[in-house]
């Protein structure tokens, strides 16, 4: 059974910074391409950061480009997400995702998501 949990996600003023983590469980965690989606109230949910399966190339929204870095530990299993000088409109549920191989398409798995509120 995957498995994906995400944790470090809060509140924090403007300008800030926060790391959120995921932990994924019950796959080959290397063979997979692992990314960051966000939710803001009212809005579509849009894919943040993406690190592609053993090229480790990575993938960003233009909105967080130069603020936000993913980064992966294969020995651990785990994805972060690291969040630098924080906007309000950064306010959103984010969601871990992982999907098979390097290619496009539907993520695979999702974990529940971790809320991060940025206050101005």
């Known amino acids: 059974q995957v498995q994906l949990v995400e944790s470090g996600g809060g509140l924090v003023q403007a300008g800030g910074s926060l790391r959120l983590s995921c932990t994924a469980s019950g796959l080959t965690f290397t063979r997979y391409t692992m990314g960051w989606f966000r939710q803001a109230p009212g809005k579509e949910r849009e894919r943040v950061a993406a690190e592609v399966w053993e090229s480790r190339i990575a993938y960003y929204a233009d909105s967080v480009k130069g603020r936000f870095t993913i980064n992966r530990d294969n020995t651990k299993n785990m994805v972060y997400l690291q969040m630098n000088r924080l906007k309000p409109e950064d306010t959103a549920v984010y969601y871990c995702?992982?999907?098979?191989?390097?290619?496009?398409?539907?993520?695979?798995?999702w974990g529940q998501g971790t809320q991060v509120t940025v206050s101005s």
């Open positions: 995702a992982a999907r098979a191989g390097p290619g496009t398409g539907p993520y695979d798995y």
